[in-house]
């Protein structure tokens, strides 16, 4: 607020900037818990990485984007973290059962 009184219009950018730096680390801390939560219910984390991996590709693809003008950490890197947690000595459990999977399918469609 402060930046924005004496700065004006440029003030008020350099605030949006900075909420959106503080945003992407929310969203980071926010990865590590569902990693640790997923490690601990012994679910694999790769499906996580393919939903980010579908998200970056349904936000315009794989171009080049400035991670700090973002109020998220870039998809392509999140799916990363999740894939790279994944114990190839792991034995996991599916996340939902099979009528439960079924009836997501029936929810949202094809």
């Known amino acids: 607020a ?9 003030g ?3 605030e949006q900037l ?14 590590e818990d569902a990693l640790r939560m997923l490690a601990a219910a012994g679910i694999d984390p790769r499906p996580t990485a393919a ?19 973002q109020s998220h950490p870039h ?3 999140r799916a990363d973290r999740f894939e790279q947690a994944h ?3 792991a034995r996991y459990r599916p996340a939902l059962s099979g009528q439960q999977m079924q009836a997501l399918r029936t929810f949202c469609g094809p």
């Open 2 to 10: 402060l930046v924005r009184l004496f700065a004006g219009g440029i």
């Open 12 to 14: 008020a950018n350099a």
């Open 18 to 31: 900075i909420g959106l730096s503080f945003t992407r680390e929310h969203e980071a801390e926010a990865d």
């Open 51 to 69: 939903f980010f991996r579908r998200m970056d590709g349904a936000s315009g693809g794989p171009e080049v984007r400035v991670e700090w003008l």
């Open 75 to 77: 998809g392509g890197a």
């Open 87 to 89: 114990d190839p000595a």
